[in-house]
């Protein structure tokens, strides 16, 4: 007698572990939502229905592994904004102090070598998720009509994350910090029209020095996340009006 | 097809069939991020994150590179020629102009191709160009990451 599972039986017989594991999985979930972690709150809002229908969206049956890239980066935007945020308590933006407070974080304070790398990796690795997600959508055509506005908040949020690791690569403030922003801010500063004026703005000056730091550390915690996090917003709210693209 | 479906052809496919996000495809994305981590977990803890010394505005080291996604940038610069094009415009000031009018084209990407398929194959241009824009990112990748020494497949000096 195979399990009834939301008041219908399931297509077809799978082996008999699974499909306990499955039905215990669904019990569990769904009723946690309807009556346990919402009980008392759901009585006064009625928000069970809402989330219940939220959760319950069908995932078309196309979407294989490939598509998993977009939501990994998120995975690790939010693994970022953890470890950017237990940087913070030790880390100080400011010429004479930024350097030994990361060597501080890395040798004194308990975990946190562990906390720095991970933060160092997920960038690297979120980057390259990106460019993943971006290579998929480009090659199955997932831009197209009506994705067309999503398609450009996508390439916003990749000039954000390349804003991210730009200026996230300035603030250990070391020889190969200082020296990467000498170099690569020569490239806005080559701008036609705007490149003195886009020189001034990123650098502070005329030089790299302590006001670059302060400017990459305000742009790195506070205005890059915020832009961000609406970006994001805009995203998933696309992709929840429009759905997951179909290759025709 | 009903009127709606004409107008967006792609969004046909979703009510009709799938799994439920949750729990079934949830329990999916948790196998995932739990690989996920355990990567960056490894990684962290056999290459933990570096570093050099303190900044030094008066030693400028000998080879200053950027972070792996700037390389093929950082590579493809190396052959800018210095010095002005015409005018007051540096030859930078071009390649730089003309960076920021590709980013442009990315953005504009689904107003440029056109054509109502999506299938690779059914758009040769675009999945050339795609596949060209990839092979160029990679080989300028590679070559930037061993600029300043020879590179180990082919065993050249790469400026």
């Known amino acids: 007698m195979p399990e009834e599972v939301n008041g219908k039986t399931p297509r077809r017989k799978e082996n008999s572990i699974t499909a306990q594991l499955r039905g215990i999985w669904r019990r569990i979930s769904l009723e946690a939502v309807g009556a346990v972690v919402y009980g008392g709150v759901d009585r006064r809002l009625e928000l069970s229905d809402a989330i219940e229908h939220a959760l319950k969206h069908k995932v078309p049956r196309h979407v294989n592994w490939t598509y998993c890239f977009g939501g990994i980066t998120f995975f690790l935007f939010l693994v970022l904004a953890a470890t950017g945020i237990l940087l913070t308590l030790y880390y100080r933006p400011s010429s004479s102090d930024a350097y030994e407070s990361v060597k501080y974080i890395m040798n004194d304070v308990r975990f946190g070598w562990l906390i720095r790398s991970i933060h160092h990796w997920a960038a690297n690795l979120m980057a390259f998720t990106v460019l993943a997600h971006m290579v998929r959508v480009y090659f199955h055509g997932a831009y197209k009509h009506p994705r067309e506005l999503n398609w450009i908040a996508g390439v916003f949020l990749l000039a954000l994350t390349l804003a991210f690791g730009f200026t996230g690569y300035l603030l250990p403030w070391d020889q190969k910090a200082y020296w990467g922003t000498t170099v690569g801010t020569r490239m806005p500063a080559a701008m036609p029209f705007i490149g003195d004026f886009m020189k001034l703005f990123l650098r502070g000056g005329d030089e790299v020095t302590g006001r670059t730091l302060s400017r990459f550390y305000s742009l790195h915690v506070v205005i890059l996340p915020m832009v961000t996090t609406f970006f994001l917003a805009a995203h998933f709210a696309m992709i929840r009006r429009q759905g997951i693209s179909k290759p025709m | ?159």
Do not use: C
């Open chain 2, 1 to 159: 097809m009903t009127e709606q479906d004409k107008k967006q052809p792609q969004l046909q496919d979703e009510e009709s069939g799938g799994i439920p996000f949750y729990p079934l495809h949830f329990m999916k994305e948790v196998m995932v991020v739990t690989a996920v981590l355990l990567v960056i977990l490894a990684l962290s803890i056999f290459f933990p994150a570096g570093l050099q010394e303190a900044a030094d505005s008066f030693s400028t080291p000998e080879h200053i590179k950027p972070e792996w996604v700037f390389l093929a940038m950082y590579q493809l610069l190396k052959y800018v020629p210095q010095g002005v094009a015409f005018g007051n415009v540096t030859y930078l000031n071009l390649f730089v102009a003309a960076t920021g009018i590709l980013g442009l084209a990315v953005a504009a990407l689904p107003f440029l191709d056109r054509s109502p398929h999506t299938m690779a194959r059914k758009r040769p241009l675009f999945l050339a160009l795609g596949l060209l824009a990839l092979a160029l990112f990679v080989v300028f990748t590679y070559l930037g990451h061993f600029s300043g020494a020879r590179d180990p497949i082919f065993g050249m000096l790469i400026p």
